[in-house]
């Protein structure tokens, strides 16, 4: 389990003055860019090794909105993983209480 803390910011915002559906998505997607950063492997490395991480599938679940400038706690989960490392499962969780849950399905590709 890797947890980040961001901030809602304006670009953020849709017409509502709530988190857009875009906003859930980039801040999983810099979340997991944190996690592979933090641990080895920035953009840098994935360009070297000529591979980089692809997310399949995204899905996006609302519990509640989240507002301008409102601390998101972002955590970012492996579900599951295939044994020779070539796809796996994750997940990442928005806010306490939650505000919307991510289940990805990212697949490696060779360069």
């Known amino acids: 389990m890797y947890t980040k803390k961001l901030c809602a910011g304006w670009a953020?915002?849709?017409?509502?003055?709530h988190m857009k559906n875009t906003a859930y998505l980039d801040n999983a997607a810099d979340v997991r860019q944190m996690f592979l950063i933090e641990?080895?492997?920035?953009?840098?490395?994935?360009?070297?090794?000529?591979?980089?991480?692809?997310?399949?599938r995204d899905e996006l679940e609302?519990?509640?909105?989240?507002?301008?400038?409102?601390?998101?706690?972002?955590?970012y989960l492996l579900a599951g993983h295939a044994t020779d490392g070539s796809r796996s499962s994750c997940g990442t969780r928005s806010?306490?209480?939650?505000?919307?849950?991510?289940?990805?399905?990212?697949?490696?590709?060779?360069?």
Do not use: C, K, W
Request: negative net charge.
């Open 12 to 17: 953020d915002m849709d017409f509502n003055s």
């Open 39 to 56: 641990h080895g492997f920035p953009m840098e490395e994935f360009v070297r090794l000529r591979i980089g991480p692809v997310v399949m």
């Open 95 to 111: 806010s306490a209480p939650i505000a919307s849950s991510l289940p990805v399905s990212p697949a490696p590709v060779a360069g």
């Open 62 to 75: 609302y519990f509640r909105e989240v507002g301008l400038q409102q601390e998101i706690t972002v955590t």
